[in-house]
């Protein structure tokens, strides 16, 4: 090995400066690596990277590859059990020191079992592990670790190929974490369908398509003068208690949530083809009653009990809408504009003004293919001619009064 050690550290650097880059995360990475390390003949049985991540619910990821199991990516929360886990770990010495950490579980069994993770190891029949901090062109340091079975564990020449290749591992590790980040950011501040668009570059200010959707309104009845009577952070926990439960259920049903404007979530389901809409409106529906269910179980399970009940107004309408960016040189914000969203705002306003959990419109009747339900034409404003709406029956019974004899309706009811 003494010979082969450079030949092998030579190959994988090239590799990592090379084709590395064209895989698609860290994940896919280490698990190569892995590969080639021991057709090196270098003994690893496990490699793990650790990199802090910019989530809104994830603080860091490892990815993990074994040679007798399959390559996990694990995310790690912000909670107190994996705070404790890291204050045991050598990952904390390593972040401290940036320094290597290095537990020589068979040679040494004592130092093993000062970090938990060393007894877990020797338990599985790990006989070396070591550490090495990856540093970040940002001055931070993340860590990968390789660990080995093999008898005596590694030796000073494995060790050597890891430290060559640890730099150039970084660098690419360091690229996919940046992708990562902006595709982490880009889908949580403006939606995987926009966020894949700005970063592909397809997009620039004022471009965008015209796209056939259903478009949904939500919104919280008695929100102004709740707003004015609650403090501001229980005002911040019941908004994210509701617009995590639309967002959850927009989402399920194959939606997606555009915007948050106020206490209003504005939500599409994009479709092409007289056959999509009838699935789009159908998915539309069932969000509508999810959203319903999943609010009514928050206020029976009084999670929020320093907030007083939610109660909400759903409107869907569709049509041709843009769908694209818009806003000054600086501030550019994706968003879908036309008669048909401001309609669908409208016929919210509806909602809550006749105190109806559910309206749609006459083009979503039109797309069911029946107008049960008719609860009235109302005029409102922008719009010339009154707007017919109907109040479906979304409580999943037979007794359902919004097109029961209609297969799609059935097809509501048994899910």
């Known amino acids: 090995m003494v010979l082969e050690a450079p030949l092998v550290a030579a190959d994988v650097v090239q590799w990592l400066y090379s084709d590395a880059p064209q895989l698609k995360g860290t994940l896919e990475i280490i698990t190569e690596l892995g590969q080639r390390l021991r057709a090196g003949k270098v003994p690893v049985d496990r490699v793990t990277t650790g990199i802090w991540v910019v989530h809104p619910n994830v603080r860091a990821e490892a990815s993990i590859w074994s040679s007798d199991g399959t390559p996990e990516l694990v995310l790690y929360t912000a909670d107190s059990k994996t705070k404790d ?17 290095r537990i020589a579980i068979e040679r040494d069994p004592a130092a093993a079992d000062e970090y938990p993770v060393g007894a877990e190891m020797r338990e599985e029949g790990y006989t070396d592990y070591i550490a090495l901090p990856m540093p970040f062109s940002d001055g931070s340091v993340k ?18 190929v890891f430290d060559s290749l640890i730099r150039p591992l970084a660098l690419v590790c360091e690229l996919k974490t940046l992708r990562r980040t902006a595709e982490t950011v880009l889908n949580t501040y403006v939606g995987p369908r926009a966020g894949s668009k700005v970063l ?7 471009e965008g398509e015209w796209i056939k959707a259903v478009v949904s309104f939500a919104d919280i009845r008695g929100f102004t003068r709740l707003s004015n009577t609650l403090p501001a952070d229980k005002i911040v926990l019941f908004l994210n208690k509701y617009f995590g439960a639309m967002t959850a259920a927009v989402e399920a049903h194959g939606g997606e949530v555009l915007k948050f404007i106020g206490d209003e979530v504005m939500a ?19 969000a509508a009653r999810e959203t319903l269910s999943r609010i009514a179980e928050i206020n029976s399970d009084r999670t929020c009990m320093e907030t ?9 309408h569709a049509g041709d809408v843009f769908y694209g960016n818009v806003g000054s040189e600086t501030r550019l914000d994706f968003t879908v504009v036309g008669p048909v969203v401001n309609l669908a705002s409208r016929i919210a306003g509806l909602a809550k003004d006749l105190e109806r959990q559910v309206l749609v419109s006459d083009a979503i009747a039109e797309i069911m293919g029946c107008r049960s ?11 010339d001619d009154p707007v017919a709406v109907y109040s ?9 009064g919004y097109c029961p004899d209609n297969t799609a309706e059935r097809a509501l009811e048994a899910n």
Request: glycine residues 14%.
């Open 85 to 101: 886990d890291y204050v045991k770990s050598p990952v904390k010495r390593v972040h401290e020191s940036r320094q290597p950490v």
């Open 373 to 383: 339900g008719l609860f009235g034409r109302y005029q409102v404003k922008g719009f």
């Open 392 to 400: 479906p029956d979304l409580s999943g019974t037979s007794e359902m």
């Open 268 to 286: 599409i389901f994009p479709y092409q083809s007289d056959e999509e809409a009838g699935q789009a409106a159908l998915r539309g529906l069932m």
């Open 143 to 160: 860590f990968a670790s390789f660990a080995t079975k093999s008898p005596g564990g590694f030796s000073n020449s494995h060790v050597g």
């Open 308 to 316: 007083p009940d939610m109660s909400v107004g759903i409107a869907l």
């Open 200 to 206: 592909d570059g397809t997009t620039r200010r004022g």
